[in-house]
Structure formats: C-alpha cells, structure tokens
C-alpha cells in the first residue's frame, strides 16, 4: 500500500485493484455521480481495467487517490489532483460514497491534496469546475478556499470555474 498523504481522520493512497469493486459500486450510485458527466462502470472487471489502465501516477506523479478512514481503513471515496494533457491545468476533484457525505471527508482531503501540490509539486495554481446544480461541491471548493472565476459551459451544462493560486515570490 502505497500511502500519499495522511490527515487527521484520513489517508489517501494509490489505487490497488482490489478497490475496483469499490469503484464499481461508487460509480454505480446515480446520485454520486449525477455532476460528474462519468457514466457507469459496467461491471468490476471494467473497474480492475480502469485501475490497471491508470498512468497519472507515473505519468504526472500524482493523480486520484483512494480515501480511507484510518480508523477502520474503510474506502470512503477518492479525492485527488488530474492534470489536463491539453491544457496542463490541475484540478481538484473528489467522489465519496453517499453514506460519507456532510461529514467534511471532502473538504478535508481536498485540503490535503491543494497542500500537497503547492509545497511539494510546486504548483502555482489548481482548479475546480463544478456543474451551477451541484451546491454541495461548489461548497467543498470554497472551504477549500477555491475562488470562482467564472461562468461557463462544461459537458453542455452550467458549470463554475474555481482556481487558488500561489505565488511563489
């Protein structure tokens, strides 16, 4: 187990494929992924493939990463920075299990992963996108200290661009 980053409650580390059924039926709550323009996976075996197929970590040296309760080692979701191969912007993005919700799990890796890309990938800027219809994200991001910049179209909906800067001066 490969851990990444640990917070008061958490861990997050890199995929294993033994997440894949977690994955599948993360992915499989229409309500957990009803913003996130991603569809089903169809079954566990595609979910082991989209494990096995997952280069960010070698390619970007960081990616998604799996979110665990260190006190039970339960998966929770996963939380991490994706870097766009066209535009090079890095993004913030996270998906927890229903039952995980309002609990602050997002809002407290988030901050873990915007920590970690400043001091140690030195990344000067990261964003955030999220569909005007999903309240609760746009509120992750703000706690995240995420600022939004503007109004725009994304996967043929509304959608808010958020970004944090830091300057390096």
């Known amino acids: 187990m490969k851990i990444i980053l640990e ?17 599948y039926h993360l992915n499989s709550d229409i309500d ?3 913003y996130t323009g991603n569809k089903p996976f169809q079954s566990i075996n595609e979910a082991e493939n989209f494990i096995k197929l997952y280069t960010d970590y070698k390619k970007n040296g960081f990616g998604r990463w799996a979110v665990c309760l260190k006190e039970t080692h339960e998966f929770l979701g996963w939380c991490g920075l994706k870097k766009d191969t066209d535009s090079k912007e890095v993004d913030l993005g996270f998906r927890f299990f229903k039952k995980h919700w309002g609990k602050g799990y997002a809002t407290e890796s988030g901050l873990a992963c915007i920590n970690l890309g400043f001091s140690t990938l030195n990344l000067t800027k990261i964003i955030g996108r999220a569909y005007i219809e999903n309240k609760s994200s746009i509120r992750v991001l703000k706690k995240c200290k995420f600022k939004a910049v503007k109004n725009f179209t994304y996967d043929n909906q509304p959608a808010v661009l958020f970004e944090i800067n830091y300057d390096r001066s």
Not at 7 to 23: G, K, M, V
Request: hydrophobic share 45%.
């Open 7 to 23: 917070t008061e409650r958490l861990y997050l580390r890199e995929f294993e494929i033994s997440d894949a059924i977690n994955l």
């Open 32 to 34: 957990v992924i009803k």
